[in-house]
């Protein structure tokens, strides 16, 4: 099993990676590989609805890593998305990122599981963790919960290391990841996946 985590911070080995790597070891002391997958310093466009991704499997826009983590994605068992706070939000980088990642991902995501870690330096951190695990609930993907909203506060690597209930949040959501994971592979095993409706999509239009 492998669950792929989403650095969308502009700095490599910053906060919100110094969170990703701690639920990185609790997962991979349960015996789950990972994979940190920083998204860059490239500028990165937002979705523009084309659609071509329905019929290619992949975003038409080559110019960053979108598509290589899309690849990463459909091979995970499960997802972690790091983000920064920015104005009580996710950054604008991670959010272009994910809107592309979930809307060229044609593959069945349903039961992969998925989470949301948020590094701020004071506020916004509930908000940031809000917005961003509306991705997993579009895709009928499980969302892993923690001992308390999965945040991590300071202003440097160093100091998020002394957010020690910070710290730990990200070593139970580890665990608890690895434990869903596990528990999920067991159900298919036994019971098999619910079968898949066909979606109705409707127009508010009359």
Not at 19 to 25: C, D, G, S, T, W
Not at 131 to 146: C, D, E, H, W
Request: charged residues 20%; contains cysteine.
């Amino acid at each position: 099993m492998k669950v792929l985590l989403i650095n969308g911070s502009f700095r490599r080995n910053g906060c919100t990676f110094t969170a990703l790597n701690e639920v990185a070891k609790a997962l991979n002391t349960n015996g789950i590989d990972t994979e940190i997958f920083h998204i860059g310093t490239k500028a990165i466009r937002g979705c523009m609805g084309c659609g071509v991704c329905h019929e290619k499997g992949e975003c038409i826009d080559n110019s960053d890593a979108v598509n290589e983590c899309l690849k990463l994605f459909e091979a995970a068992d499960g997802i972690v998305i790091g983000s920064p706070v920015h104005y009580a939000s996710s950054s604008g980088m991670i959010a272009s990122f994910m809107d592309r990642l979930f809307y060229a991902s044609r593959f069945d995501k349903r039961f992969k599981v998925g989470a949301t870690v948020v590094s701020c330096r004071r506020g916004g951190a509930s908000a940031t963790f809000d917005q961003l695990n509306k991705y997993f609930t579009i895709a009928q993907m499980p969302i892993v919960s923690s001992q308390y909203w999965n945040s991590v506060h300071g202003n440097t690597p160093e100091e998020v290391k002394q957010d020690f209930e910070g710290m730990q949040t990200m070593k139970v959501l580890g665990n608890n990841m690895a434990f869903l994971l596990k528990s999920i592979a067991l159900g298919k095993e036994k019971h098999g996946l619910p079968d898949a409706e066909l979606k109705i999509a409707t127009n508010f239009i009359r």
